[in-house]
T-cell receptor
Framework: GAVVSQHPSWVICKSGTSVKIECRSL??????MFWYRQFPKQSLMLMAT?????????EQGVEKDKFLINHASLTLSTLTVTSAHPEDSSFYIC??????????????FGAGSRLTVL | GDSVTQMEGPVTLSEEAFLTINCTYT??????LFWYVQYPGEGLQLLLK?????DKGSNKGFEATYRKETTSFHLEKGSVQVSDSAVYFCALSHTGGFKTIFGAGTRLFVKA
């Protein structure tokens, strides 16, 4: 089945530094990937839609300059948290559509990356 | 806008108990409905789906029926196991659209 690999699974960084998270589709091509943020005991918040070869589409309230998304190939999307601060600490999850099955948009998810900013 | 509401957790059950996790939605048109499950330390994975009214999705003993009249998609399992302990997310998505809207998630604990 379709697999999405996300790396790193956890990262600790100092305030003010930048962190890059990678999301790879291992056995399929993903023209569109999605980045979510998950707060403790809360649901997934869609941050942005990553489109191969074009600019990402950000959700309202998400800072484009803070969360840089690059989707340079059909199998790789990256999220860079720039100048990270403690409030950016969270669980970040990527996903990709694996095609329409009888009209349904099924998503396959990476295992997530837990970011802790000190 | 579209939204998904599911029952708050955590839900704690003994092994072999009956499980129901309620989910209702608000949406225009006729979205597809999903249940995703997140096991500890893992990413979300699709549990089951239904694409039109009265469809029943099923997988691993779990079932959910797309009820248009009550805008609901409740998750049920007749006999839960300890290994079912996880967070369950109800979600919806429109055909041809890209966004998937998730509920807040319901954590299930199953005791041996």
């Amino acid at each position: 089945g379709a697999v999405v690999s996300q790396h790193p699974s956890w990262v600790i960084c100092k305030s003010g530094t930048s962190v890059k998270i990678e999301c790879r589709s291992l056995d399929f091509q993903a023209t569109t990937m999605f980045w979510y943020r998950q707060f403790p005991k809360q649901s997934l918040m869609l941050m942005a839609t990553s489109n191969e070869g074009s600019k990402a589409t950000y959700e309202q309230g998400v800072e484009k300059d803070k969360f840089l998304i690059n989707h340079a190939s059909l199998t790789l999307s990256t999220l860079t948290v720039t100048s990270a601060h403690p409030e950016d600490s969270s669980f970040y999850i990527c996903s990709a559509r694996v095609g329409d099955f009888a009209g349904a948009n099924v998503l396959t998810f990476g295992a997530g990356s837990r970011l802790t900013v000190l | 806008g579209d939204s998904v509401t599911q029952m708050e957790g955590p839900v704690t059950l003994s092994e072999e108990a009956f499980l129901t996790i309620n989910c209702t939605y608000t949406a225009t048109g006729y979205p597809s409905l999903f249940w995703y499950v997140q096991y500890p330390g893992e990413g979300l994975q699709l549990l089951l789906k239904a694409t039109k009214a009265d469809d029943k999705g099923s997988n691993k003993g779990f079932e959910a029926t797309y009820r248009k009249e009550t805008t609901s998609f409740h998750l049920e399992k007749g006999s839960v196991q300890v290994s079912d302990s996880a967070v369950y997310f109800c979600a919806l998505s429109h055909t041809g659209g890209f966004k998937t809207i998730f509920g807040a998630g319901t954590r299930l604990f199953v005791k041996a």
